[in-house]
DNA sequence: GCTTTGACTCTCG
DNA sequence: TCGAGAGCCAAAG
């Protein structure tokens, strides 16, 4: 079972809409807080993957940040739903990003 | 129970 | 434009 802050991201994760993201800052203030860091260690834990898209977050900046088992999964996870990207990061990132 | 670490972000040189 | 440093919160050691 996950702690409550955990649930908290994971609940706002699963409201992101197929091809479209959002970044870690976005989630911590939507909860309030200004941990971006604990979002990001919450994600990497993920006891609901795939169910949680924790693929679906990325950097502020648009980079995609980090994944567990390989960024390269990520990369594909996201261009399967539809975003474009340039290495690690993403194209026409404010055309996809998703504000809560 | 304190210290270290991390899928981060902002500011400064 | 790019790299380094500081600040931030939560989980793991």
């Known amino acids: 079972m996950a702690s409550e802050f955990q649930n908290s991201v994971y609940s706002l994760l699963r409201k992101i809409p197929s091809g479209r993201v959002t970044t870690y800052k976005s989630i911590a203030e939507k909860l309030g807080k200004k941990s971006y ?13 795939p169910y949680v ?21 990520k990369i594909a996870l996201l261009r399967a739903e539809g975003v474009e990207l ?8 404010e055309r996809v990003v998703f504000r809560f």
């Not at 860091?37 to 609901?48: D, E, L, S, W």
């Open 86 to 93: 340039m290495d690690t990061k993403i194209k026409y990132f």
């Open 53 to 73: 898209p924790c693929h679906r977050v990325v950097k502020s900046d648009g980079s995609l940040g980090g994944y567990s088992g390989g960024l390269s999964k």
């Open 37 to 49: 860091r604990a979002v990001g260690m919450a994600c990497a834990k993920n006891p609901y993957a």
